[in-house]
């Protein structure tokens, strides 16, 4: 099993919108559900956004919810976070996760990976 690898990250000036990707090799993404969480700077681990493994159920942060929207494409395993509306406070390492509550449980692998690095200033 390999860890996903996260990419699409950089700098964004607020209101900005951003689109980060996850992709998915060695494993089948569509196997398990997804979620993408963020580690923020002087805050820790935050969870964002959890996608079941058919793509039917969504779920957000109550601080991201309306300005992002999770999606996937199991045939491509590939796995989206589409950010739109950022503000300072988004800022952080963004990680793709092989869980529906990546805090609870962390990673499959015990790995977090490399993460995308997003930085809202102007």
């Known amino acids: 099993e390999v860890q996903p690898e996260e990419s699409g990250g950089g700098l964004v000036q607020p209101g900005g919108s951003l689109r980060l990707s996850c992709a998915a090799s060695?494993?089948?993404?569509?196997?398990?559900?997804m979620s993408w969480a963020r580690q923020v700077p002087g805050k820790g681990l935050e969870w964002v956004a959890s996608?079941?493994?058919?793509?039917?159920?969504?779920d957000y942060a109550g601080s991201v919810k309306g300005r992002f929207t999770i999606s996937r494409s199991n045939a491509a395993n590939m796995l989206y976070l589409q950010m739109t509306n950022l503000k300072s406070e988004d800022t952080g390492v963004y990680y793709c996760?092989?869980?529906?509550?990546?805090?609870?449980?962390?990673?499959?692998?015990?790995?977090w990976g490399r993460g995308t690095q997003v930085t809202v200033s102007s």
């Open positions: 996608i079941r493994r058919g793509g039917g159920r969504t």
């Open positions: 060695g494993f089948a993404l569509g196997s398990s559900d």
């Open positions: 996760v092989d869980r529906w509550e990546p805090l609870v449980y962390g990673t499959r692998n015990g790995d």
